[in-house]
């Protein structure tokens, strides 16, 4: 048998170099830290954006930083192991930029797709259908483009009998292109044998005298190769550069995630006031009451309810367990199936057995809670002293009484109970009764000899 292919034929798999541009310095968010590391939905739109790429089918990624942009470096390393980083030292436009990528583009790509990591919400199938406008038009550049509501600050799309002739941003427009709706996203795909030759011959003649990418539409046409439109909506295509965009882009992002999760089964009782994170897993029959919180990692099985004010973070939760109202849930906290944690409860780094209930007022911390144990009101596990944190482990079908202290480490056996108001500093063993509280003293009479005395 023979597995090699000689002739891939048409229908092989185009390779595909995809360059995210990520040097800007964000100024308007007036933020100390760079704006492609501002998070959508608990991921950073850097992630967002290289997630997107990858999702559709880019097998290279090269990511441009500015200078002293570490933190912006580690975080693209974080999402694609593989990336290669390039640095952009001097801001010299959008084609400058790409170009600090030259080495790997050299290295031939079917397909070169440029995208901004300040644009964060251009979907996967947009990325799919810039790089099989390519394929199948035999195009030299698909530009994303988008009918915007106002144009203003956009580079403008100069069409022709359908064809894409130029691309002339705002400051370079004569008033009559200025009139044009039809702009650039400012994403783009280039063939990959063209383009460092387009690339390299775009030069800084213009207004803000930066080498604008946008020129290799022109460039190609003046060769006589062609350039397509791949239209996007306009939301789609939104730029974040200050905060009152990173609001607007999180509120569609968020309506995203939960339009995705009620498709999927998940019941929300008030879609609006719940917030998700981009890795929320949310089973079947799952039912969030309103003003529920989502932090990144938390996964919940099917025919949960979790009532509300909740606030969720790095969790994992079972089938048919209740959670809150008012419950906190903390990294590490891994719930069984079938588990209560009622109000003012928080839970973290501790595993509960199915069907225990923690109801009312607890903390539970590093510990761990056998099954259908009862955890009574006012419960704290004192997992600190100062210094270390130690372990609670509770064994199957304990009853704690309501307001004990358990003093970490300590462990509880099985079918244990554990006397109101203790404080347990000893393990306690299987099926006994511990009791650790002063003995209750009674002096009969002792108020009335006060009262009478006093008048
Ligand atoms: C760009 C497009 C414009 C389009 C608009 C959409 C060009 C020349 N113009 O304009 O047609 O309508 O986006 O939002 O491409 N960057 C670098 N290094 C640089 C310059 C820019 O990394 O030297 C990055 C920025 O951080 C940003 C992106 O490239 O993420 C776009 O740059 P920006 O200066 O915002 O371009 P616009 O003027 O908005
Ligand atoms: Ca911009």
Not at 180 to 204: K, W
């Amino acid at each position: 048998m023979n597995s090699v292919r000689l002739d891939p034929g048409p229908s092989a798999p185009r390779s595909c170099l995809a360059v995210v541009l990520a040097a800007g310095e964000g100024t308007r968010m007036r933020s100390a830290i760079p704006k492609v590391l501002h998070e959508l939905a608990g991921r950073s739109m850097l992630a967002q954006v290289l997630a997107a790429v990858t999702a559709a089918g880019t097998g290279r990624v090269a990511v441009v930083v500015g200078p002293d942009h570490d933190e912006v470096a580690a975080e693209a390393r974080a999402a694609v192991p593989t990336a290669k980083i390039v640095v952009q030292a001097e801001r010299k436009g959008t084609a400058h930029a790409v170009l600090a990528a030259r080495e790997i583009i050299a290295e031939g790509f079917d397909d070169l797709l440029v995208c901004f990591a300040d644009t964060p919400l251009v979907a996967p199938e947009s990325f799919a259908r810039l790089r099989s406008c390519l394929a199948t038009e035999g195009h030299a550049v698909a530009v994303l483009g988008f009918e915007a509501s106002d144009p203003s600050g956009y580079g403008r799309l100069l069409v022709e009998a359908g064809r894409l002739l130029a691309i002339r941003e705002e400051r370079d427009a004569s008033p009559a292109e200025r009139t044009l709706t039809l702009c650039n996203a400012g994403l783009m795909a280039l063939d990959g044998r063209l383009a460092l030759s387009l690339l390299e011959a775009i030069g800084n003649a213009n207004a803000k005298g930066e080498y604008y990418l946008t020129d290799c539409v022109a460039l190609a046409a003046a060769k006589g190769l062609t350039a397509g439109v791949v239209v996007a909506a306009e939301a789609e295509v939104m730029g974040v550069n200050d905060r009152v965009q990173l609001a607007a882009a999180e509120a569609l992002v968020q309506r995203r995630l939960r339009e995705a999760a009620m498709r999927a089964g998940v019941t929300m009782l008030d879609p609006s006031s719940v917030t998700l994170s981009h890795d929320t897993r949310l089973g079947r029959d799952v039912v969030i009451e309103p003003h529920v919180v989502f932090g990144p990692g938390v996964t919940v099985g099917d025919g949960t309810r979790i009532r509300s004010f909740s606030h969720l973070e790095g969790a994992t939760v079972g089938q048919r367990v209740t959670i809150g109202p008012f419950a906190r849930l903390r990294p590490g906290a891994k719930l069984a199936e079938k588990v209560h944690i009622g109000n003012f409860v928080e839970v973290k780094a501790a595993e509960v057995g199915a069907g225990a209930k923690i109801n009312h007022l607890s903390y539970i911390g590093d510990a761990s809670i056998g099954a259908r144990t009862n955890v009574g009101a006012g419960t704290i596990t004192c997992n600190y002293d100062g210094f270390h944190k130690h372990r609670t482990v509770i064994g199957e079908g304990a009853f704690i009484g309501s307001n004990s202290a358990l003093v970490a480490p300590v462990e509880i056996g099985n079918g244990a109970y554990i006397g109101s108001g203790s404080v347990i500093t000893e393990d306690v063993e299987a099926d006994a009764l511990a009791l650790g509280r002063a003995r209750q003293v009674a002096k009969p009479g002792w108020v009335k000899r006060l009262r009478d005395g006093k008048s």
